[in-house]
Nanobody, 123 residues
């Protein structure tokens, strides 16, 4: 079992930055990829960014490309999402996900999920 805990959410003005963190604990040796998804009320959970197990490959949704940066620690058990130039449409509950394969995380989500951290951007 893997536990994921997100932190770093908050309320900011448009144009400002936030950095989300996700800490993985438990049986983490099998985790290859980690990612971020977001959800607004009444909609499904949408892919934001993902990173491969070795950190060499990153994937982004078109809506956040060039504004968000995903990274992970060398120990592989923490992942970060640096969010710059935030827009009101970035307002959502952000979830951390972890899984065996980066492409699967991108297309289908993770095997494990955190509880989410709220990001609110005011225009």
């Amino acid at each position: 079992q893997v536990q994921l805990v997100e932190s770093g959410g908050g309320s900011v003005q448009a144009g400002e930055s936030l950095r989300l963190s996700c800490a993985a604990s438990g049986r983490t040796f099998g985790i290859y990829a980690m990612g971020w998804f977001r959800q607004v009320p009444g909609e499904g959970r949408n892919f934001v960014a993902a990173i491969s197990g070795n950190g060499d490959s990153t994937y982004y949704a078109d809506s956040v490309k060039d504004r968000f940066t995903i990274s992970r620690t060398s120990a592989k058990n923490m992942v970060f999402l640096q969010m710059d130039s935030l827009k009101s449409e970035d307002t959502a509950l952000y979830y951390c996900a972890a899984g065996q394969d980066a492409v699967v995380v991108v297309t289908k989500g993770g095997d494990y999920w955190g509880q989410g951290t709220q990001v609110t951007v005011s225009s």
